[in-house]
């Protein structure tokens, strides 16, 4: 059973962030889905593809151990900065401009301890093996 391909628009989640984020691809393969740019799995530049998640809870983060250290312990969360990584649990039968597709379920990891995975993966009909 295949899963949703991801296009561009797809709901991102970091388990440290406060809010959603939206998945940007760039056209750079010039591959559609749906109308929309196909993710692949190295679409996963901070700031570029992965925005960030609103404010940041991840004591790893220098900028929210900072705050949280001049509050006396009390968790200050601060703004995420992603830093992640390439994407993991893409699709091992499609590519999309010579790399392997990024599907609903993929992950990546942020240098600050979080894991970003897609929410919601921007199409409703392709499936990818």
Same mark, same amino acid.
């Given at each position: 059973?295949?899963? *949703?391909?991801?296009?561009a628009? +797809?709901? /991102?989640?970091?388990?440290?962030? +406060?809010?959603p %984020?939206?998945?940007?691809?760039? #056209?750079?393969?010039?591959? &559609?889905?749906?109308g929309? $740019?196909?993710?692949?799995?190295?679409d996963?530049? =901070?700031?570029?593809?992965? $925005?960030?998640?609103g404010?940041c809870?991840? &004591?790893?983060n =220098?900028?929210?151990? +900072?705050? @949280?250290?001049?509050? &006396?312990?009390?968790?200050?969360?601060? *703004?995420?900065? =992603?830093? @992640? @990584?390439?994407?993991?649990?893409g %699709?091992? %039968?499609v /590519?999309?401009?010579?790399?392997p597709? /990024?599907?609903?379920g %993929? @992950?990546c990891q942020? +240098?600050?301890?979080?894991?970003?995975?897609?929410?919601? #993966?921007?199409?409703?009909?392709? /499936?990818?093996?």
């Amino acid at each position: 059973m295949g899963r *949703p391909q991801v296009a561009a628009t +797809a709901m /991102l989640m970091c388990s440290f962030g +406060a809010a959603p %984020s939206t998945l940007n691809v760039l #056209p750079t393969a010039r591959v &559609l889905v749906e109308g929309r $740019p196909a993710a692949v799995m190295t679409d996963a530049a =901070p700031v570029v593809n992965v $925005p960030p998640f609103g404010m940041c809870t991840s &004591l790893a983060n =220098p900028t929210v151990a +900072a705050a @949280t250290a001049a509050a &006396l312990g009390v968790l200050t969360p601060m *703004p995420c900065v =992603p830093a @992640t @990584t390439p994407w993991v649990g893409g %699709s091992t %039968s499609v /590519l999309v401009g010579g790399r392997p597709a /990024l599907v609903q379920g %993929s @992950t990546c990891q942020c +240098a600050f301890g979080g894991v970003v995975q897609v929410v919601v #993966p921007g199409t409703t009909t392709t /499936l990818t093996g």
